[in-house]
C-alpha cells in the first residue's frame, strides 16, 4: 500500500516510489536480520516495486496514446478544413484515409503511376531529380504505353522574388523535355501534358480510384525527409472526376 501511494503521488516519475522501496529494504535490513524472513521480505518489496510499477506505467502509456489520438484527431479536422477551402472540395462527410509518413506517400505515387489504366494527374509545387529519376521515367514510359493521360503541374514562386532554379530542377526539367521528345518521336496510346505554372498544390488523381490532397510534395520529395506529412486519401468516384475536370480545364 506505501509503495502504491508513493506511485500515485510520482505520476510522472518512479523515483519516490524506488525511494520508498529502497527505505523499507534498510528498515528490513536493520530490523528483520535474520533469514530466512528478511529474505521473504526483500523478495516482496521487489514483486511489489516491479509489479505496482509496470501495471501503473502500462496504464499511464495508455492515458498518453488516448491524449495524442485526441490531439491527433483535433489536427486532423483542422488539416480538413485547409484542404477543403484550397482545393475547393468538400471532404468532411466522405469516405477518406489519412497518409502520414513520407513513406507511404511515395508507395501511393508509385502504385498510381504502375497501376493506373487512365488518367493521372500530379500537381506539385517543385520538381526535382530526387523524385524525378530514372526510376520515375520507367514508371510514365509503361503508363504511356498502356494508354494512360498523365497531367503534370508545377512551378512554385515566389511572392518575393523568383529565384535560380537549382541543379536538381533543372535535372529534372530535362527528364520531363525528353519524356516529351519521346513521345513525340514513338506517339504513345497515352498523351503526356506538362505544365509550369505558379502552384502550391500537393494533389494525386488515379483514374477515379482515389485522390490524395494534402502536404507532401509529390515531385520533389523522395521520402527521406524526417519532416511530417499529413494528406487526405479520397475514394469517392463523383468528387474525384470533378476535381480532375477542373485541373484539366485549367
Known amino acids: 500500500i506505501t509503495l502504491l501511494i508513493a506511485y500515485l503521488i510520482s505520476k ?3 523515483k519516490i516510489t ?3 522501496a529502497g527505505i523499507w529494504g534498510l528498515w528490513t535490513l536493520i530490523n528483520v536480520p535474520y533469514p530466512p524472513l528478511n529474505y521473504f521480505q526483500f523478495a516482496n518489496i521487489l514483486i511489489s516495486y516491479f509489479l505496482i510499477t509496470k501495471i501503473f506505467t502500462n496504464f499511464r502509456n495508455k492515458d498518453q496514446e488516448i491524449e495524442k489520438e485526441k490531439k491527433r484527431r483535433i489536427e486532423a479536422e483542422k488539416r480538413l478544413d485547409e484542404l477543403e477551402n484550397q482545393y475547393d472540395i468538400p471532404l468532411k462527410g466522405k469516405e477518406i484515409k489519412f497518409i502520414e509518413d513520407s513513406e507511404t506517400h511515395v508507395k501511393t505515387l508509385n502504385d498510381a503511376l504502375s497501376t493506373s489504366n487512365e488518367k493521372i494527374i500530379i500537381l506539385s509545387g517543385w520538381v526535382t531529380d530526387r523524385v524525378i529519376d530514372k526510376k520515375f521515367k520507367d514508371l510514365i514510359l509503361d503508363a504511356l504505353k498502356r494508354g494512360v493521360d498523365i497531367y503534370i503541374g508545377y ?5 518575393i522574388e523568383k529565384k535560380i532554379p537549382r541543379k536538381e530542377q533543372k535535372n529534372a526539367e530535362q ?5 516529351q521528345s519521346w513521345c513525340s518521336k514513338f506517339k504513345p496510346e497515352g498523351r503526356l501534358n506538362i505544365y509550369n505554372f505558379p502552384n502550391h498544390q500537393k494533389l494525386l488523381i488515379s483514374d477515379e480510384k482515389y485522390m490524395v490532397c494534402g502536404s507532401f510534395n509529390w515531385l520533389s520529395n523522395s ?9 487526405v486519401g479520397v475514394i469517392d468516384q463523383e468528387l474525384i472526376k470533378k476535381k480532375a475536370e477542373q485541373v484539366i480545364q485549367y
Open 12 to 14: 510522472k516519475s518512479n
Open 18 to 20: 524506488f525511494i520508498v
Open 155 to 159: 512551378g512554385y514562386e515566389s511572392k
Open 175 to 179: 527528364t520531363l523535355k525528353d519524356l
Open 223 to 231: 521520402g527521406y525527409s524526417h519532416n511530417l506529412e499529413l494528406s
